[in-house]
């Protein structure tokens, strides 16, 4: 696991902790300290409650892109890495002179691409000689007279 996957994760339980406090006292409060309104009773209590359960969502998904904006950018690890794979991909980069991470993971986004349209033209070749084999062995009888 990356050393940034772990910050990360300490850093969403502390988010959570923190967003769980702020809600129960902005519970506390409701119930608690703040007065009656005076035409709409208790019903207006709600928009504490909206109010802040909305503003923490805003704060929450604006924190959230940023961070993965940051953690994509600027540290330029693709998340799904793995120690492993970073080592084997620095081993890359340093063996094939590459300038940046990116550089070697297009080559293998290449590679990969020209394996799969090398398969897929063995197997349009393997069906072609699948269809023509019983046509091709009976031109040959009838032009050179084979068995």
């Given amino acids: 696991m990356l050393q940034a996957e772990r ?7 502390a988010l959570m902790v923190g967003v769980a ?4 006292a902005t519970i506390l409060a409701i119930f608690f300290v703040a007065p009656t309104e005076a035409t709409m ?5 709600i928009m504490y409650v909206h109010v802040s359960v ?3 969502a805003l704060l929450g998904m604006v924190l959230r892109a940023y961070m993965s904006v940051y953690m994509h950018s600027i540290m330029g ?3 799904m890495l793995t120690d492993r794979d ?3 991909i620095v081993r890359l980069k340093r063996r094939l002179k590459a300038r940046s991470k990116a550089e070697i993971v297009r080559a293998g986004l290449q590679l ?3 394996r799969a349209e090398r398969d897929n033209r063995t197997e349009r070749l393997r069906r072609a000689a699948i269809l023509a ?4 062995r009976e031109f040959r009888r009838e032009i050179f007279g084979d068995r």
Avoid: F, H, N
């Fill in 21 to 24: 406090a702020m809600m129960a």
């Fill in 41 to 45: 009773g208790d019903a207006q209590r």
């Fill in 133 to 136: 084999g019983p046509s091709s």
């Fill in 86 to 88: 970073d080592r084997r």
């Fill in 77 to 79: 690890k693709l998340l």
């Fill in 7 to 13: 910050d990360w994760t300490r850093y969403e339980l």
């Fill in 54 to 56: 909305a503003w923490l």
């Fill in 112 to 114: 990969l691409e020209e």
